[in-house]
C-alpha cells in the first residue's frame, strides 16, 4: 500500500468520527388502570401487570445501548411511574429525567415539533410517553413500520447519516430495535 491509501484512510475515519449519528429512544408508558372511572386521563396509575412489564423491560432496554441520558418524560402519572421502576431496576446507573408538560400528547407532529427544539448537543435521548403519538413517530422517520407499540414497548431510532433537530423530517433513521415485553416475556418464561 502506497501513501495515498494511507491518506484515503485517515481521511476516511476522520469524517466518520466527525459525522454525528442522534439516538431517539422511544418508550411508551406501562400498563394503566381504567379502576377508577373518576381519575383524570393525566392521574391514571400503572396496574400489576404494567409495574411487572416496567421491572422485566428495564434490562431489556439497557441491552440495546440506550444510555439513559437526556430522558424526556410525560407528566402523566403512568409515564413517571415507569420511568420510575425503571430507574429502581437499574439503580447502578445514576438515571435522572426531566418532566415536560408537551410531551403529554397523543399527536406525533407534536412530537416532531418538540424534537426540532431539541439542542444540537444532545446526540441521544430518550422520550416517554403515549401512543399513538409514539408510534406515527417512529413510522414518520424510522425504518421500520410497527403497527402499535404496546405499553412498555420500546423503540430505539439512530440516525442514517448526520442530522440536526431543528430538520428532523429531512432526517432518515434506522429502526435499530423494537422491544415488545409481552413477547420478551413470554420467551424468557419458556
Known amino acids: 500500500m502506497g501513501p ?14 466527525n459525522r454525528r449519528m442522534n439516538t431517539i429512544n422511544l418508550l411508551r ?13 393525566i392521574d391514571r396509575p400503572l396496574n ?3 409495574e411487572n412489564a416496567a421491572r422485566f423491560m428495564a434490562g431489556q432496554i439497557a441491552t440495546t445501548g440506550c444510555r439513559f441520558e437526556h430522558i424526556y418524560c410525560s407528566p402523566a402519572q403512568r409515564a413517571v411511574t415507569t420511568l420510575e421502576i425503571i430507574a429502581d431496576q437499574l439503580s447502578d ?16 407532529y407534536d412530537l416532531i415539533d418538540w424534537l426540532t427544539r431539541v439542542d444540537d448537543s444532545i446526540a441521544e435521548l430518550l422520550i416517554v410517553g ?7 413517530l417512529s413510522n414518520a422517520i ?11 414497548g420500546f423503540i430505539r431510532l439512530v440516525s442514517a447519516g448526520q442530522c ?5 423530517e429531512n432526517c432518515h433513521f434506522e429502526t435499530t430495535a ?6 420478551l416475556m413470554k420467551s424468557a418464561q419458556g
Not at 4 to 10: A, D, F, G, K, N
Not at 29 to 41: G, R, T
Not at 164 to 168: L, S, T, Y
Open 29 to 41: 408508558h406501562a400498563k394503566s388502570s381504567w379502576s377508577d372511572p373518576l381519575l383524570e386521563d
Open 130 to 136: 403515549h401512543n399513538p403519538a409514539l408510534t406515527r
Open 93 to 108: 446507573r445514576d438515571i435522572h429525567w426531566q418532566i415536560d408538560n408537551s410531551l403529554y400528547t397523543f399527536d406525533h
Open 164 to 168: 440536526n433537530w431543528r430538520q428532523i
Open 142 to 152: 424510522g425504518s421500520s413500520p410497527v403497527t402499535n407499540i404496546p405499553t412498555c
Open 48 to 50: 400489576k401487570r404494567g
Open 178 to 183: 423494537i422491544l415488545k415485553p409481552k413477547l
Open 4 to 17: 495515498h491509501h494511507r491518506l484515503r484512510s485517515y481521511n476516511t475515519r476522520k469524517l466518520l468520527a
